[in-house]
């Protein structure tokens, strides 16, 4: 029996913040690791023998004065800390329903991650993971269970998910937040927050049996569109080796697409605080939490596709990929085939129609647009083409920007994929709001992570099963070597940008084939820079 913190209780004084320890005893599964901020342990061990560590604070939390700050360094605890339970969730809102049903807590105080290892020492060196979750940088954590490391772990490599600050509280841009930065710069809090976890990282994996010169990044939707930013940042140089991005990247160059310029996240940040009722920071710092997501509930702002703000971003990534400016790793990126329609499931298209939709966006451009998306003589035939272009607009164009910049201004290969199965008893919008037709955005995360156990009502079929476990693979693969190929596994070939350019299919088959809808993309991309320049 040993002594560990099995919970912490903040009070305050005039000086600090004091950290109380609640001390219990256990019988640990393992023992105690040094972590920067003291020592930690895991106390139950999974089935499959990868061990578990859950809730380890990365940063010091984000309140009070913090708020609205780069990360500070993690706080440190006496005795011995156990991990065996998540930290809350960052402070958000419940848009996308009970995403994280095993972990109810949210707190200002979130900057937590959690580890699954298959190393019994710190002398493995097993290459690394880190998960950065989706929700359009609004929602999400790192604990739902659908992003469960223990079937990756299993295929030899250590996987660590992430909380990073949310909404308004993670990409909240305002004058004087520029101003009383260092850095001359505000906005990308919640970024900075998922650069402070690839520093711990650095630091500490190793006492998981982790390898910091073989860590990979990847990410989903709003996860992938950060990595592809953290991918463009100087401020990244060193902390990864390679980098997934699935369905998104922020390249897109329109504010409406693509990263905002600072001075754009400036003008949201004073309408949102005029919205409070407050003219400054330190009026909004005073603010309760709740309060201040009441506030971004009732008055949104996009933060998907993060700020250029001229430090963690310091150019448009488009220009950064453009010049090969970017961290210049091996590259996995892809897609699903109908992005869109988890977008554009919730929009009628009675009034105004789609046509008219098209026209008032794209003007003298209109006619080809409706040639790539026709709006056919149906209703149906309306919305698929509806949802192919919100699709092209929000996800894939982006994607595949990425994709063709980085395999023509890089040097290390790129691998894209296009995933096309449709999970089995997928519910209907009328039983679940993530629910959309078709092989919809993040259908393919359950056979990432190889965790279609986690819907358990699902009739998946030997094909499910047999996809799940040649993604988790390949993915482990590719975080291995940067090469997402090994044995037993259907050839997957760098991609080449060209009109005859291959792409590997993620579906009841598995291979390479022509990439699909390039005539769009290139379209869209010549488009993008025709408007770009006025």
Not at 205 to 229: C, K, M, N, T, Y
Not at 381 to 410: K, M, P, Q, V
Request: proline fraction near 7%; aromatic fraction near 10%; charge should be neutral.
């Amino acid at each position: 029996m040993r002594r560990f913190v099995r919970a912490t209780k903040r009070r305050s004084t005039a000086a600090a913040t004091v950290l109380v320890a609640v001390v219990s005893t256990v019988t640990y599964a393992g023992p105690a690791l040094h972590v920067e901020g003291g020592q930690i342990a895991d106390v139950t061990p999974t089935s499959s023998g990868t061990r578990v560590f859950k809730g380890i604070p990365y940063a010091a939390p984000p309140i009070g004065e913090l708020r609205w700050k780069a990360p500070q360094t993690v706080k440190a605890w006496e005795g011995i800390r156990t991990a065996t339970e998540w930290g809350p969730r960052c402070v958000q809102s419940n848009r996308l329903g009970d995403l994280d049903p095993l972990n109810k807590r949210m707190d200002e105080d979130c900057l937590y991650l959690n580890i699954w290892t298959p190393a019994n020492s710190s002398d493995q060196s097993l290459p690394v993971m880190v998960w950065i979750h989706g929700g359009s940088n609004l929602n999400g954590a790192g604990s739902q269970p659908e992003y469960d490391g223990s079937n990756l772990a299993s295929k030899g490599v250590v996987v660590v998910t992430i909380n990073y600050r949310l909404d308004i509280f993670g990409f909240l841009a305002h004058p004087e937040l520029t101003k009383e930065s260092v850095t001359n710069s505000s906005g990308n809090y919640g970024l900075l927050d998922q650069i402070a976890s690839l520093k711990w990282v650095q630091k500490n994996i190793g006492a998981f049996g982790g390898d910091p010169s073989r860590v990979s990044i990847f990410g989903e939707s709003a996860g992938a569109f950060d990595v592809s930013l953290l991918m463009a940042s100087p401020l990244t140089k060193g902390l990864f080796a390679r980098a997934i991005g699935e369905s998104g990247g922020a390249l897109t160059p329109t504010p409406a697409f693509g990263p905002k310029p600072l001075q754009l996240g400036e003008q949201d940040g004073v309408k949102f605080a005029q919205s409070v009722g407050v003219s400054s920071v330190s009026e909004l710092r005073a603010k309760s939490a709740q309060e201040l997501l009441e506030a971004a509930i009732k008055n949104p702002i996009t933060y998907a596709f993060g700020i250029v703000d001229g430090y963690v971003v310091p150019e448009h990534p488009a220009s950064i990929y453009g010049q090969g400016k970017q961290n210049d790793v091996p590259l996995l990126v892809g897609w699903n085939a109908n992005e869109g329609s988890y977008f554009g499931a919730r929009i009628k298209l009675d009034s105004p129609s789609y046509t008219e939709r098209v026209r008032a966006q794209f003007k003298d451009n209109a006619d080809k647009i409706l040639q790539f998306y026709p709006p056919g003589s149906t209703s149906e035939d309306e919305r698929a083409s509806f949802t192919a272009l919100l699709g092209d607009e929000i996800i894939a164009y982006g994607g595949w920007a990425w994709s063709e910049r980085a395999a023509t201004s890089g040097r290390s290969p790129v691998f894209r994929y296009f995933f096309t199965r449709r999970p089995p008893g997928a519910p209907e919008l009328s039983v679940n709001p993530l629910a959309a037709p078709g092989v919809y955005h993040f259908a393919e995360i359950y056979y990432v992570f190889n965790n279609l156990h986690v819907m358990k009502n699902w009739p998946w079929s030997p094909e499910d099963r047999k996809l799940a476990d040649a993604m988790s693979s390949y993915w482990t693969n590719f975080a291995k070597t940067g090469d997402p190929n090994g044995p037993g596994l259907p050839r997957w070939l760098a991609y080449k940008p060209s009109t005859d350019g291959q792409v590997i299919q993620l579906g009841e088959a598995i291979g390479m084939q022509p990439q699909p809808r390039r005539d769009r993309y290139e379209f869209l991309d010549t488009l993008y820079a025709k408007m770009g320049s006025k």
